[in-house]
């Protein structure tokens, strides 16, 4: 079990990033959160098996359709043990 914070600059908000990244999280198995932050970027925490964690921060380098990601950082974290992922 394994947690990470991500942060995605760019074109983010708007393009129904929150909502892709909910849907795929619910289908890989990861637990955790998404919220879009006053300063237009988008931040996510991940919580799960690495090898699911690791293809979720992988989708946020290019997130949905429509999204212009221009940097994302990634931050290990300890797991809180979150049991479902929602929208912040």
Known sequence: M???RVVVSGLVQGVFFRDSCRRLAGEQGVAGWV???P???VEAVFEGPAERVDRMAGWARHGPAGAVVERVTVHDEP???LSRFQIR
Do not use: L, S
Request: glycine letters at 16%.
């Open 2 to 4: 394994v947690r990470k």
């Open 35 to 37: 919220r879009n932050r």
């Open 39 to 41: 300063d237009g970027t």
């Open 79 to 81: 797991p809180e043990g």
